[in-house]
Nanobody, 115 residues
């Protein structure tokens, strides 16, 4: 059974930074395309960043230049470094793993940006 466990969320002031982590257990991590999604209250879940197995990354326009997704295959972990945080980044952030027909989600971690 594949499990994804996020950590690193919390309350931060505007302009601050957080680093989210997602540890994956139960399968061959390096074959998965990994992504971070977020869902703000009253809004649909949106894709924030994705990293495929060869390290290629993509970002939603609203976080380009501020967020960085990375992966450590030896630790079966994906990270989301978030800098220059804004109140509109407030959401529950979810880790996602996908490979062919397999797809898995973490439980989510709350990020709140407020002064």
């Amino acid at each position: 059974q594949v499990q994804l466990v996020e950590s690193g969320g919390g309350l931060v002031q505007p302009g601050g930074s957080l680093r989210l982590s997602c540890a994956v257990s139960g399968s061959a991590f390096d074959r998965y395309t990994m992504a971070w999604y977020r869902q703000a209250p009253g809004k649909e879940r949106e894709l924030v960043a994705v990293i495929i197995d060869d390290g290629v990354t993509r970002y939603v326009d609203s976080v380009k230049g501020r967020f960085t997704i990375s992966r450590d295959n030896a630790k079966s972990t994906v990270y989301l470094q978030m800098n220059s945080l804004k109140p509109e980044d407030t959401a529950v952030y979810y880790c996602n793993a996908i490979y062919v027909r397999e797809e898995y989600w973490g439980q989510g971690t709350q990020v709140t940006v407020a002064s």
